[in-house]
């Protein structure tokens, strides 16, 4: 069966299934809490794919070619069966690369299982190093140390760790440079993240937007960076 591809002709190699839409943080650019307060109707677990119909779904596209699968949310590690589904993943479909991306509010507590099942690694998000910025970013004033704690019981066990930051003018564009030197200080790549028009909910404007050149502009400023090769 052909691979299918995409209009430049290459491969399509990677899949993302969000394996529930459920989250524990309301994120303003994301899931902001005066849209998706306590009367918000997300789905019922009857209603969620079945770790059958995941599997069933993943088994089609590695015919087809997929090499990785990226398994997010809302948040994933609110889903019980993760591990297991990861377990399947690596030892029954054999896919050669399962990543997730987390918040990493419960990392601490499931890198361990993570690990045992075979993950080969996560993405984990992080705004700000300041607790006050990430309690307003994370809508519900969660401190940020419990996700540092995450992140670092992940590395502890050999899980390769890249960082996600959501740049929004005004909010936490100041700590860049702060951001890059405690990560690059523990060998965690940083990627620094648009803000993105998520469907008129998070407040957007263009105003807010970081671009990507001024980010560049900044970093090598302090540290001179050099092109990757394509």
């Known amino acids: 069966m052909q691979s299918p591809t995409d209009q430049f002709n290459r491969p399509l190699r990677d899949l993302r299934i969000s394996v ?9 650019y994301c899931m902001p809490k005066e849209v998706f307060g306590p009367a918000h109707a997300f789905l019922r677990d009857p209603q969620l794919m079945s770790l059958d119909e995941m599997v ?4 089609s596209f590695r015919a087809l070619g997929v090499e990785k699968v990226r398994l997010t949310g809302g948040e994933p590690l609110l889903r019980n069966d993760l591990a297991e589904f990861i377990q399947v993943l690596k030892t029954g479909l054999r896919i050669p690369e399962v990543a997730l ?3 990493g509010w419960l990392l601490e507590k499931y890198a361990p299982a993570l690990r045992d099942a075979g ?3 996560v993405n984990v998000s992080v705004d700000s190093l300041d607790d006050a910025t990430a309690g307003r970013m994370n809508g519900l004033g969660f401190k940020v140390e419990r996700v540092l704690r995450g992140i670092e019981a992940a590395d502890a066990l050999g899980l390769p760790v890249k960082i996600n930051c959501v740049v929004q003018r005004g909010v936490n564009d100041g700590e860049l440079l702060e951001l890059c030197a405690y990560f690059r200080a523990r060998g965690h790549p940083l990627r620094f993240i648009e803000f993105m028009d998520v469907g008129n909910t998070n407040h957007w404007t263009g105003e807010r937007v970081v671009p990507a050149k001024e980010i560049v502009a900044r970093i090598d400023a302090r540290w001179p960076l050099e092109p990757c090769r394509p």
């Open 56 to 59: 069933r779904i993943v088994r």
């Open 101 to 103: 991306t987390t918040n």
């Open 20 to 28: 529930t839409d459920r989250c524990n943080f309301r994120c303003t």
């Open 119 to 121: 993950l080969d690694r």
